[in-house]
């Protein structure tokens, strides 16, 4: 069971960190306690409340039995097929168990929905939840016992493309990044955009509520800039432990410092986009934003990189960071000086200690 957990499970949660952290970020940072009663009640009694519920959680365990299935094919994964040799109720149970390990976002919300539904008393409009959460954890039961059953050639076998770009791949490593976090977390991109495009709408909102100087809508940004670090963890992932051989190649330190930058300078063009559009802001104090946001991203990148990638006590620090940044912008500290201390604060970090302009 435990080596279920670990190898299955775990590796999971491990691969979409930065998916589950955008949407923490979205989640607790963006939406209100107000606003998850809302939600809830929605769920609760709107006329296509559950059935939108139990979309949603399909989508989430078809991605799981995606996981699972595509996962068990690869050659570390062989030990797996052994479990053929467990009696049938044995299978039974440890795949249950596994699958309510997938499953623990879903059973989290279902304790909450439990809880809203008794304050508000509508307990009586919960009991399709059970069936459900017994199809969802039937589905990946399932689709693991499938798995074991049916052997799969580890060479994959190439098939044709329906559609062929009629020009090459670029010699590019900004490419090949952007082109791997589009491809392989598709996802986390999605849920981070999204994210980050609905905090800086609803800061370009409130400001034109009011009469506000910059600093209100740098402080919102700011939000909606940090709910990025998801995808900054992702493309640290991928420099770190997918491009492998690129950190042993002769290259200057302030050239890859720079194709960092470059990076998170595509990366948060969506939401500063939203903000050029409503209009309420002129060129100049957007591009204070977006150089404001780029330093965010890039401090946040270095704290990965001087981790090694652990995310241990990174929202603690985040959260600190994000505080100490809004009592500089309240001061009236400008918001180019912070964007340029920022930035020479990173490439000073990112400098080797012996001096050497190689790394």
Known sequence: MKMLLLSTVSAFFRQRAGTFLVLLGVLFGFLSANEHHAFAIFFLTGTYGMFSLFAIWLVYTLLCVQFLINTWKSPEYTFIYHARTWPALTRTQRFS?????????????????????IQDKL?????????????????????????????????????????????????????????????????????????????AAGTMLYY???????????VGMSLAYLLNLG??????RWEAEIWLWGR????????????????????????????????????????????????ILIVSYLYFYKR???????????????????????????LLLLAAVGLLFSLYASW????????
Do not use: C
Request: aromatic residues 14%; without cysteine.
């Open 231 to 236: 995808l900054s963890l992702e493309l640290y």
């Open 97 to 117: 168990m596994q699958a309510l390990g997938f499953l623990q976002p879903i059973l989290y919300y279902g304790v909450y929905l439990l809880i809203i539904s």
């Open 208 to 218: 034109s509520t009011g009469e506000y100087d910059i600093r209100m809508p740098a």
């Open 123 to 199: 307990l009586a409009r919960l009991w399709p939840v059970i069936p459900f959460y017994i199809v969802l954890v039937l589905m990946l039961a399932l689709a693991a016992e499938w798995r074991i059953r049916k052997p799969v050639l580890y060479v994959p076998v190439k098939s044709r493309s329906f559609f062929k770009w009629p020009f090459a791949r670029p010699s590019s490593w900004l490419y090949w990044s952007m082109e791997w976090l589009v491809r392989e977390r598709g996802i986390t991109l999605l849920v981070g955009k999204l994210g980050a495009m609905l905090a």
């Open 308 to 334: 090694s990638g652990l995310p241990e006590n990174a929202m603690q620090v985040f959260l600190f960071g994000f505080v100490g940044l809004t009592l500089l912008i309240l001061y009236k500290i400008p």
């Open 248 to 295: 042993s190649l002769p290259v200057q330190v302030w050239k890859r410092w720079g194709r960092v930058v470059v990076l998170h300078l595509m990366l948060i063009v969506p939401e500063t986009a939203v903000v050029l559009r409503s209009g309420a802001l002129g060129l100049a104090e957007v591009a204070q934003l977006y150089l404001l946001g780029l330093t």
């Open 352 to 359: 080797p200690k012996g001096g050497s302009s190689w790394k």
